[in-house]
């Protein structure tokens, strides 16, 4: 597989990530043996590049990955990230220097390393300096928990004050065909700092696939029973642009996830897309998007079969928490 450089002087990781959020929660029941097996797999492939968060699965998936890589640590940039805590139902932000320090003891006991490669701001409280918060995140960095630095889902703004106190190597945040938000200000901002993008849910969660159940089938510990997008009206507009991105794709030889992903690539080397799964065979198809290259026209024709903003309905229930 081939590698990028994740901002200035940052890690340099596969291509391709591996998001492995859906194998703790989320999108349905996962198996821990076939998890496992998918992190294996994606190491044995060439990725490297492995994406966790301490409240996916409250603690569960930083175990499940420490687990996979206890004896190919070496093998692995290993992401996590820090800010949402939950208890019970109840979610809030927390950005304050003594929570950070505790949540990166905390992770790096789950997920049994004396270090982090990459370590997120996974949400963002405005009540805390973004200065304060990237300070003992800078301090993490002096102990040598940490390795680099990433913010998720922060504005340009703030990704230029954090920048201007330590290098920030990446930011992660949603982009796809289907989410494109962060092209207008955020994206020059980042290539400006020298920081990269990391693509989450590059396949738009399933919903560039066309294999996404309708919402109301979907069982209700699913995220995206929720999401705006896959609702009614929305839902129906947004599978018949997936249907588009699908034709196209097949008159490629490639599948949907493929095509979205290799488009993602496309956008520049400073993008690094981190798909989602739990399973061996979409693994394997995903990987291969890697070795794509798609020609100028097949780009324009997916820019006007899906144009920004052609997507109806906001990705999240809620939107407070993310600054886009
Ligand atoms: N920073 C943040 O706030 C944030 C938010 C969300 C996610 N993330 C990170 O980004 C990663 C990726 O995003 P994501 O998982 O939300 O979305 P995604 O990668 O766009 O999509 C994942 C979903 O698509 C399915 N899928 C994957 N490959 C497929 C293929 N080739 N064909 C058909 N379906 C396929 C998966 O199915 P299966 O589940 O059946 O394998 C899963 O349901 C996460 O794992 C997580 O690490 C970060």
């Known amino acids: 597989m081939n590698t990028r450089t994740l901002g200035k002087g940052g890690p340099e990781v596969s291509a391709l990530g591996l998001g492995c959020m859906g194998m703790s929660e989320f999108y349905g029941t996962g198996d821990e043996k076939e998890s496992i097996a998918v992190i294996h797999r994606a190491l044995d492939l060439g990725v490297n590049f492995l994406d966790t968060a301490d409240m ?3 603690g569960h998936n930083e175990k499940l990955v420490g687990q996979a890589i206890k004896d190919r640590r070496e093998e692995v940039v290993l992401a996590t990230k820090f800010g949402v805590r939950r208890e019970g139902a109840v ?49 993490l960095v002096r102990q040598g928990k940490v390795a680099y630095l990433g913010l998720s889902e922060v504005s340009a703004e703030t990704l230029r004050r954090a920048a201007a106190v330590h290098p920030i190597a990446a930011l992660q945040s949603e982009y796809s065909l289907f989410t494109r938000g962060l092209e207008a200000e955020i994206r020059p901002a980042a290539r400006e700092v020298g920081t990269a ?16 159940p309708p919402a109301d089938e979907l069982p209700d510990d699913d995220f995206r029973k929720f999401a705006p997008r896959n609702q009614g009206e929305n839902a ?3 599978a018949a642009l997936a249907a588009e991105v699908r034709r196209i794709a097949e008159s490629a030889g490639l599948t949907a996830a493929q095509l979205s992903l290799a488009w993602l690539l496309a956008q520049g080397d400073d993008v ?27 780009l324009a024709e997916l820019e006007r079969a899906v144009p920004a903003g052609a997507v109806r309905g906001e990705r999240y229930p809620d939107m407070s928490s993310v600054e886009l």
């Open 56 to 58: 996916y699965g409250m």
């Open 91 to 139: 979610r809030t932000i927390e950005n304050s220097p003594e929570y950070i320090r505790a949540a990166c003891d905390a992770s790096l006991r789950r997920l049994g390393v004396d270090r982090i490669d990459l370590y997120y701001m996974h949400r963002r409280n405005p009540a805390v300096p973004i200065e304060e918060s990237v300070g003992a995140m800078v301090e």
């Open 197 to 212: 993008l990391v693509a989450y849910s590059p396949i738009s969660r399933g919903l560039l696939t066309g294999t996404l």
């Open 236 to 238: 129906e507009h947004n």
């Open 272 to 298: 690094v897309p981190i798909p989602g799964t739990k399973r061996l065979k979409y693994l394997e198809e995903n990987v291969a998007a890697a070795s794509v290259t798609l020609s100028a026209e097949l």
